[in-house]
């Protein structure tokens, strides 16, 4: 299907799709050996293996054994593709009515369990992005569990949605940071510093006090932890001025 094709969507398909409703439609001709769950997979093992960038609609008819044009009977095209994916990634969200402690362990579990998804999936990133998307039932049950989590704080509407993006923005920043780096380029980059450092310490007092105390040392174990803490730490602030000492 030609790519203009693909890029009339129609948004009522797309979700209908998404969220189960097609399959509920009567359909002419054989019945259809595939179910969109199943493209899906095949999707994601592209995608797992070789980023989203190798993502065609060729490769995942190929891997089915069909024909590109006969994927399409089950998946209207790309973006529809990418949107199940995400969808079947993601699975369904951590059950947070159980851990206890109110609402903040129950925000850093549902962080943890993003940032599980997020490292094992890397792709996603590019796949979601900050926009607004047609969200499938999993993100939408994700986005939910979160802003319960959330209410018992006294923070109004939106600022609980807020809360929750801020929280997800971490997960989605330092999974772009751990893509990025590699352990060359970070041996290379401490040495290119460390050079122009020497040479210039005079302009950059603090810079070079902190590279001497070991502000590029190698990343933590857990490199979500003081990002993670920090958020926490200011929302919580948020919460006892906004509810009083003992809100949420």
Known sequence: MPANKESQRDPNVSLALLWGEAEERPRRGPRPKFTPA???RHGVAVADAEGLEALSMQRVAEALGVTTMALYRYVPGKPDLVDLMVDTVLGDPPALDAVPGGWRPRLEVW???????YRAHPWILTATG?????????????LDGALAALEPTGLDARQRHDAAILVLSLVRSLTQESLDRTEEGDREWDRLTADQLA??????PALTRAAAAGAFAPAPADPLAFGLACVLD???GLVERTAGPGGG
């Open 38 to 40: 199943e493209v899906a």
């Open 111 to 117: 962080a943890r369990a993003c940032w599980d998804v």
């Open 130 to 142: 900050l926009r607004r998307h047609a969200m499938g039932p999993r993100q939408v049950a994700w």
């Open 199 to 204: 040479r210039h310490a005079d302009r950059f």
């Open 234 to 236: 200011g929302l919580q």
